[in-house]
């Protein structure tokens, strides 16, 4: 990241964790709620592409689309998504200390 103040510029290498958390929590949410309304709009075509995607026949897991369980999967989907980023960002910078060294 460069950071500009002045006629100073700072240069920091490395992730920030908790941009790379909040970016991920938004991907994780918006991804969820894209997939949610893809399957209310149409479930088979849902299931088919997701069937392609993850190698096997989800029909049998599929079921009827709830508001609660659309917005608990948002939720959920954006704190994996929080954790995810956050320790993509930690495990990064610590690679690069180690490789820098």
């Known amino acids: 990241m460069i950071y500009q103040g002045g006629d100073k ?6 992730f920030d964790g ?3 958390a909040y970016t991920g929590a938004i991907f994780g949410g ?5 997939c949610g309304i893809f399957y209310a709009l149409s479930p088979q ?3 088919n592409f997701f069937r392609n995607i993850f190698h096997a026949d989800i029909q049998m ?3 009827p689309l709830e508001a609660q369980t659309f917005v608990f999967g948002i939720v959920e989907a ?3 998504g929080l954790i ?3 320790m993509f960002a930690v495990i990064y910078n610590n690679c690069l200390k180690h490789c820098r060294k």
């Open 30 to 34: 918006t991804l969820s709620a894209l």
């Open 61 to 63: 897991v599929a079921r």
């Open 18 to 20: 908790k941009v790379f």
């Open 9 to 14: 510029m700072a240069v920091k290498e490395g």
């Open 45 to 47: 075509s849902a299931i």
């Open 78 to 80: 954006a704190v994996l």
């Open 84 to 86: 995810i980023g956050w």
